[in-house]
């Protein structure tokens, strides 16, 4: 069974930074686009940012310039640098992959179980 599982989310006071990760475990064979998505309590899950497997990066307006998402393939681990944290940017962080080859089964619309992370003005 293919996971991901989300690490980093924290407390941190505005203006710091955080870097979530977020691995998948087991026999990968490849993955599609990966990306993070938020949820703020009271609104629906938004797009933070995608990467493709051959590296090329989507951000929503909110935190173009100051979030930066990687990855490694090698690893099947993506990265979301957070930098200049503003208190709008509290909300549980979602690692998504759009499609994983494991072994021989493929999985569609991935996510991961969410990681809390808290910006205090």
């Known amino acids: 069974q293919v996971q991901l599982v989300e690490s980093g989310g924290g407390l941190v006071q505005a203006g710091g930074f955080l870097r979530l990760s977020c691995a998948a475990s087991g026999r990968i064979s490849s993955i599609n686009t990966m990306g993070w998505y938020r949820q703020a309590p009271g609104k629906q899950r938004e797009l933070v940012a995608t990467?493709?497997?051959?590296?090329?990066?989507t951000y929503a307006d909110s935190v173009e310039g100051r979030f930066t998402i990687s990855r490694n393939n090698a690893k099947n681990t993506v990265y979301l640098q957070m930098n200049s944290l503003k208190p709008e940017d509290t909300a549980v962080y979602y690692c998504?992959?759009?499609?994983?080859?494991?072994?021989?089964?493929?999985?569609?619309?991935?996510w991961g179980q969410g990681t809390l992370v808290t910006v205090s003005s």
């Open positions: 998504n992959a759009d499609k994983i080859v494991y072994m021989i089964t493929t999985y569609l619309a991935v």
């Open positions: 990467i493709t497997s051959g590296g090329a990066t």
